[in-house]
């Protein structure tokens, strides 16, 4: 597949005193043609902010963005251009203006539309969208009287209504419940129909599996490794406590152990029964992959007793 949007080595530095902050590290990504990419990592780890570097929004300390092959430079015409034509933004906050009507928050990006369509179109257009989303009903709503579905709603139809090429989303179900949220990635995700690309800034696996493809943020970096849900799972460790606190199970044939220092360790279980109920000699075959480096804990292959680690046995992954 052609890719619509590339980024080649960026970086963000943000300067904070007498230090320097790097929120993004030497990111190099590709974006194709009709696919839907699940960006995941935990708060702090650099997502919103590589969103923000490859929809235009911000300046790259270092390297470049690429939109169908070409490298964006610095024009901020050009910048503003691309944003209102080639990107859909869904932000994390929704970003709505609550004193306008549901169809005056829409109709913004139409209104830096250039050439700005006709009024009428521009009102087509904006119902058009918001029948897709299904709340063609709220137009003349104000969106405080809306639920967080809803505002949740209004947000992607604001996103889809100048046709855009690649849709950005920046953690659009983090508020809301787990029957709107499946709706609303069921809506994100039917943005492909229309041939556009989807990135989605997400730390919940439910999300992320129901993308093509995942990649995984890490202290600004990209994981080596970055998996389809079907695949493998990875951890980049930080720090040599692997004292395990926690365990869930995402529902596609893992389970996740939550470790010491805010890291994660996914693996595939090999048993029927949920590891409540597992014997002490019911072991799994792990494989940690980070930072392009196999790492050993104990060693790779070698199994490990899940029941140990979490009775608190302290493990080292280097």
């Not at 430079?73 to 709505?96: P, T």
């Not at 695949?231 to 606190?245: I, K």
């Not at 029941?307 to 302290?314: I, N, P, R, T, V």
């Given at each position: ?143 405080s009287k809306l639920s967080m579905g809803e505002r949740q709603r209004v947000a992607i139809a604001r996103a889809l209504v ?157």
């Amino acid at each position: 597949m052609n890719a619509l949007l590339e980024s080649h080595n960026v970086s963000k530095v943000y300067p904070s005193g007498p230090i320097r902050v790097t929120a993004v590290r030497d990111v190099s990504l590709s974006i194709a043609e009709g696919e839907a990419v699940g960006l995941m990592g935990p708060s702090g780890s650099g997502k919103t902010t590589l969103l923000k570097l490859l929809g235009l929004l911000s300046r790259a300390t270092r390297g470049s963005v690429f939109v169908r092959g070409e490298e964006v430079g610095g024009s901020e015409h050009r910048r503003a251009r691309l944003r209102n034509q080639f990107f859909g933004y869904v932000h994390q906050d929704f970003a709505i203006i609550e004193n306008e009507t549901v169809e005056r928050n829409v109709l913004i990006p139409l209104e830096y539309a250039r050439p700005r369509p006709a009024w009428r179109e521009c009102r087509s257009r904006t119902q058009m969208v918001l029948d897709q989303v299904g709340i063609g009903w709220a137009r003349k709503r104000n969106p405080s009287k809306l639920s967080m579905g809803e505002r949740q709603r209004v947000a992607i139809a604001r996103a889809l209504v100048n046709n855009p090429v690649v849709v950005l989303a920046d953690e659009p179900t983090a508020a809301l419940d787990g029957v709107t949220a499946e709706e609303v990635m069921t809506l994100i995700l039917s943005i492909k129909d229309r041939g556009a690309s989807v990135l989605i800034a997400t730390h919940d696996d439910r999300v992320a599996r129901r993308c093509d493809r995942i990649v995984r943020i890490v202290d600004g970096s990209l994981v080596t490794g970055g998996d389809s849900p079907q695949g493998r799972a990875v951890l980049t460790p930080v720090g040599a406590n692997r004292r395990a606190v926690g365990v869930s199970f995402p529902g596609d044939g893992t389970f996740r152990v939550d470790l010491a220092d805010g890291c994660a360790l996914v693996v595939p279980f090999t048993w029927a029964r949920r590891l409540g109920q597992a014997t002490t000699e019911q072991q799994v075959n792990v494989r940690i992959v980070g930072d392009g480096r196999i790492l050993s804990w104990p060693e790779v292959g070698e199994d490990i007793d899940v029941l140990a680690l979490l009775e608190g046995d302290k493990k080292e992954a280097m």
